[in-house]
């Protein structure tokens, strides 16, 4: 079982940063594809990126390329999402994943865990 907690959502004029934090309780969490996603309510869960074992590759919606960095740190089984430039249609909350497959489309279905989520409102 891998448990994930996430943190660092909160209220954010637009233009602003900032940084979500996902800290994972695994011993193997180096093992696992790492995902960010957000959701609206009455909405389904997109995908904004992830990053693959090692931190080799990563991978963007279109919408935040460019604006937002995901990033791990094995050593502390934690997995970081640095958002800036942040827009008012970024608001939603946002949930950390783990998947023990390596995704083929990044999509929510191939996500094997998830934390709770954390809110992130950007007011224009």
């Known amino acids: 079982q891998v448990q994930l907690v996430e943190s660092g959502g909160g209220l954010v004029q637009a233009g602003g940063s900032l940084r979500l934090s996902c800290a994972a309780s695994?011993?193997?969490?180096?093992?696992?594809?790492m995902g960010w996603f957000r959701q609206a309510p009455g909405k389904e869960r997109e995908f904004v990126a992830g990053i693959t074992r090692g931190g080799g590759s990563t991978y963007y919606a279109d919408s935040v390329k460019g604006r937002f960095t995901i990033t791990r740190n094995d050593a502390k089984n934690t997995v970081y999402l640095q958002m800036s430039s942040l827009k008012p249609e970024d608001t939603d909350a946002y949930y950390c994943?783990?998947?023990?497959?390596?995704?083929?489309?990044?999509?929510?279905?191939?996500?094997?865990?998830w934390g709770q989520g954390t809110q992130v409102t950007v007011s224009s």
């Open positions: 994943a783990a998947a023990a497959l390596r995704p083929n489309t990044w999509n929510a279905a191939e996500f094997n865990y």
């Open positions: 695994v011993r193997t969490f180096s093992y696992y594809f």
